[in-house]
């Protein structure tokens, strides 16, 4: 990796993408220190020792904790995106436009913009409504709540640029590694935390040991299992238009163990904090709340259930949507193509269904378990300092590898390049 980034930054055009990638990302670091206006900063502190925001301030890098322009991240934009690929499920004509090219998916992005500053908006007046009865407000009134709620949705739309920017300006995506930069500079504190409690006794070097190995160990296998894949073989017949011969020659199909990414966990853990925000809103000696802290603590047995099964079923339901076998089964056949022993058509769409169905399920069961094993690693280590979620840790070692990759594909370009010359 290192030799990688030493020839990286030897290319003039890669040195460029990565130095602007880097100046971009500075300037979200900088931005996430910037406070919104009106907010009570030790009320704020307080409120954030529950588990009710955690997810936010991981992903915004302690953004959401400082209460900073920045304290919403993208996740608006994720919700838009998420949002749209289903409705071009629904929705003919936004089928129509995800098929119709690079123009096609231009207009979808520009209502995937709109959809994110629509949200923004909804979700910074929702916030600021909870954190004023919470009582993180100043001054709470219809005023502070419009300007903590522009500040917001600006600082969000402001990412949203930032991140579209990286995209075509630097290198990797640019909206993941917004959220990959805001979780890892939480590293440097979290280690920190760590050294405080082996030197007040707290825990043992046996312990920090056993927490380096699991964790390295977890994110081995959400290696292997981002790279891993089933190839299904793929023949293609012999054909002959006027006088040369075309196919004959063997492929593959590739299905991918984890095809819905982290999609799956986003999806079960907003629905999972869903009754938590809807008990913030309600006193504290309510029916509900007592429930909520009875049976669906973060971390309890009940809830790491109910967080599985939601993953997997979010697992088949997202790649329900964005794979459809009859579709690859009738473009192979179109093409010539069929897999061997398989007849064309339905009884290849039948097989490849049953293939995915099967990987789809092996792909669930890691992504559910990926997803509450930090819980028990945590309790088993004692390490507390250090808290990392499965989310988080799916996020940073894919756009680790996704980076990595564009990084290694524009040096092979080069080296093609210099080849030819």
């Not at 009710?52 to 209460?67: N, P």
């Not at 908006?121 to 004023?132: K, Y």
């Not at 630097?170 to 405080?196: E, K, M």
């Amino acid at each position: 990796m290192l030799n990688t980034f030493q020839q990286a930054f030897k290319v003039s055009d890669l040195r460029s993408k990565l130095l602007f990638t880097l100046l971009m990302l500075l300037i979200f670091r900088v931005g996430a220190h910037v406070p919104v206006p009106g907010i009570n900063a030790e009320a704020m502190q307080q409120l954030m020792t529950g588990q009710l925001f955690g997810f936010f301030d991981i992903i915004s890098g302690g953004a959401f904790k400082r209460f900073s322009i920045f304290a919403m991240s993208i996740t608006p934009y994720i919700n838009a995106s998420i949002i749209m690929q289903l409705l071009q499920v629904v929705i003919p004509r936004l089928e129509q436009l995800s098929k119709e090219g690079d123009e096609g998916r231009k207009v979808i992005a520009q209502y995937v913009r709109y959809g994110t500053v629509v949200l923004g908006f909804i979700q910074a007046i929702g916030m600021s409504i909870a954190l004023g009865r919470s009582g993180a407000i100043i001054n709470p009134g219809f005023a502070s709540y419009m300007t903590i709620a522009i500040s917001l949705t600006a600082g969000t739309a402001f990412l949203m640029w930032i991140g579209e920017m990286i995209t075509e300006k630097g290198i990797g995506n640019g909206i993941s590694l917004i959220i990959f930069a805001g979780i890892v500079s939480r590293l440097p504190s979290q280690i920190a935390g760590i050294g405080q409690e082996l030197s007040g006794g707290i825990i043992g070097f046996f312990n920090i040991l056993l927490f380096v190995v699991l964790a390295l160990a977890i994110i081995a296998a959400i290696i292997a299992v981002n790279e891993g894949q089933r190839r299904l073989p793929i023949q293609y017949a012999k054909r002959v238009v006027g006088r040369k011969l075309y196919g004959g020659q063997s492929t593959f199909l590739p299905l991918k163990v984890n095809a819905a990414g982290v999609i799956p966990i986003i999806f079960a853990m907003s629905l999972m904090m869903f009754p938590a925000t809807i008990a913030s809103w309600m006193p504290q000696t309510s029916k509900f709340n007592i429930l909520l802290n009875q049976y669906f603590n973060f971390g309890s047995f009940a809830y790491n259930l109910c967080y599985a099964l939601l993953i997997v079923f979010f697992t088949y339901f997202y790649v329900a949507i964005i794979f459809n076998p009859m579709d690859v089964a009738e473009n192979i056949k179109k093409y010539g193509g069929f897999v061997p022993g398989i007849r064309p058509g339905r009884p290849t769409a039948e097989y490849i269904d049953r293939v995915l169905s099967r990987l789809t399920l092996a792909g669930g069961v890691f992504l559910a378990l990926i997803a509450v094993m930090p819980n028990f690693v945590i309790k088993l280590t004692g390490v507390t300092s250090m808290w990392f979620g499965g989310t988080a840790l799916l996020i940073v070692v894919g756009v680790a590898l996704d980076t990595m990759k564009q990084i290694e594909s524009h040096l092979l370009l080069r080296s093609y390049e210099g080849f030819v010359k």
